[in-house]
């Protein structure tokens, strides 16, 4: 795949440079690292993996890469199957992502069982704008 | 049982019974004069007894709502939680109601027996300011030991035995009620951890719980359980518990028990069975550690913070209520 076929919306990247773009699109970027996660560009569909953990001592990193990520027709997209473990704080930061999206969705791919308990059990799975999802995401 | 003037404030009464004739006798009248004036009423109860009662009542039982205890009461203090939502959905509209639930019979551990009566004993905490509503604690004076029925005096306002109703002589109150939960927490068998963790320290407490955790046999799915428990214990004391604390796990022949102190001290003696709000700074924790764990023990010392999650090994250690031997018919 090539530069040339990239579809992208510029102008809602929020100040992304074009080489950021393009050093995602071929790279497969990594735009957060810890040592307890990592956060990636995907590309189909366009979102972000997070790999790892998550919790009282890196949750600021959910806001954080969520500002780079794109919104396309009112949709972030998010890779979670390799999220081994998310507390509560994390949870908490995805939940108001979603409530900042301003009517969008944000869709969380491959949430691990245990996680979809835990949101189940304190009160947060039934939210319109932050979406489980059942499909399988390619990584870009 | 007298028949009762609609009551205008929670009635918490504890029902003392000898054989099945008097549980009979104690419950049949206080559910049907329930169903007669249109009150909604849940009883929560072992099967056993629950298969007893809707025979006793006959056509009436399609008006009762049933639960099984062992489902809804394996951790005590998911009972609270039960009720609240009882109360709030069927009594909406003002309307008063009954329930009935026998959280203590014998074979129930000695700690999930500290539980279930500090469990009681906030009931009267939960509901005391609420909108009237009444429930009736049966206790088998039968097969309890007479320490268990003094205590049951001591949490219920109102005390029933035989043909007797009226105010228990040695009811705690509502203020001491809610006291600090202090009551001793001894060391357990065989210890397999123990560390001081600070705030950079949370991956290394759920990598010990997991590690020891499968070590001693726990299944996957427990482990990661207890494991996120254990993480959100050890977030409150790093928050709020004065930046860390200490954690001991223990492995036991029925489970596996992980303990966390720290120095802090909190003033909710609800906190951990309240279903949080929406909004999202309710705080979450302890509830979460509550709907994952088999039995959380939490303690105020003088000193500090003491929570202990227990997470039982396989089914063969699920809760179960033996059934008592009983007549063949119950009377009406």
């Given amino acids: 795949m090539g530069v040339a076929d990239i579809r992208v919306d510029f102008w809602t990247g929020r100040g992304d440079s074009i080489d950021d773009l393009v050093e995602a699109a071929i790279r497969g970027g990594r735009i957060y690292a810890d040592k307890q996660l990592v956060v990636t560009r995907t590309l189909a569909p366009y979102g972000l993996c997070f790999s790892g953990e998550i919790d009282i001592t890196n949750t600021h990193a959910v806001p954080l890469a969520l500002s780079m990520a794109f919104v396309r027709n009112g949709e972030m997209h998010l890779d979670v199957t390799g999220l081994i473990f998310c507390d509560i704080s994390g949870i908490r930061s995805f939940v108001d992502a979603a409530e900042s999206m301003d009517g969008g969705r944000l869709m969380l791919h491959g949430l691990p069982a245990l996680l979809q308990k835990v949101m189940n059990v304190t009160g947060w799975s039934d939210m319109d704008s932050l979406v489980i999802c059942r499909c399988g995401v390619e990584q870009g | ?332």
Wanted: glycine share 10%; with cysteine; net charge negative.
């Fill in chain 2, 1 to 332: 049982m007298p028949s009762s003037s609609p009551i205008e404030k929670f009635r918490h009464e504890a029902l003392l019974y000898s054989g099945w004739a008097e549980f009979v006798a104690g419950t049949v009248p206080f559910i049907r004069e329930g169903v007669k004036a249109g009150e909604p009423v849940l009883v929560v109860e072992s099967l056993d007894k629950i298969e007893m009662l809707r025979v006793a009542l006959g056509g009436d039982a399609g008006a009762v709502l049933f639960a099984d205890m062992a489902e809804v009461g394996a951790n005590p203090a998911r009972i609270i939680p039960a009720w609240h939502e009882f109360v709030t959905r069927q009594g909406s509209s003002g309307r008063r109601l009954r329930g009935i639930g026998e959280p203590i019979w014998k074979g129930r551990s000695a700690d999930e027996l500290i539980e279930c009566q500090r469990h009681e004993s906030l009931l009267n905490v939960a509901f005391g300011h609420g909108q009237p509503w009444w429930l009736l604690c049966p206790y088998d004076t039968e097969k309890l030991d007479g320490s268990v029925i003094d205590e049951a005096r001591r949490s219920h306002e109102y005390v029933m035995e035989g043909s007797e109703a009226g105010q228990s002589d040695t009811f705690r109150g509502l203020e001491a009620s809610g006291a600090p939960f202090d009551v001793p927490l001894p060391d357990r068998g065989t210890s397999i951890g123990a560390i001081q963790f600070g705030p950079d320290d949370l991956a290394s407490v759920r990598y010990m719980v997991a590690r020891q955790a499968d070590a001693s046999g726990l299944d996957s799915g427990p482990t990661q359980e207890l494991m996120t428990a254990i993480n959100e214990v050890a977030t409150n004391s790093i928050r709020h518990g004065g930046g860390g604390g200490s954690l001991r796990i223990w492995q036991e022949d029925a489970a596996v028990v992980c303990e966390i102190r720290d120095s802090g001290r909190f003033s909710n003696p609800l906190a951990d069975r309240q279903r949080p709000a929406p909004v999202h700074t309710a705080p979450r924790g302890l509830w979460l550690a509550n709907q994952l764990c088999d039995l959380v023990q939490i303690r105020n010392f003088v000193d500090g913070t003491v929570v202990r999650l227990h997470m039982r090994r396989g089914p063969q250690h699920r809760l179960t209520i033996v059934p008592d031997e009983r007549p063949a018919a119950p009377n009406n």
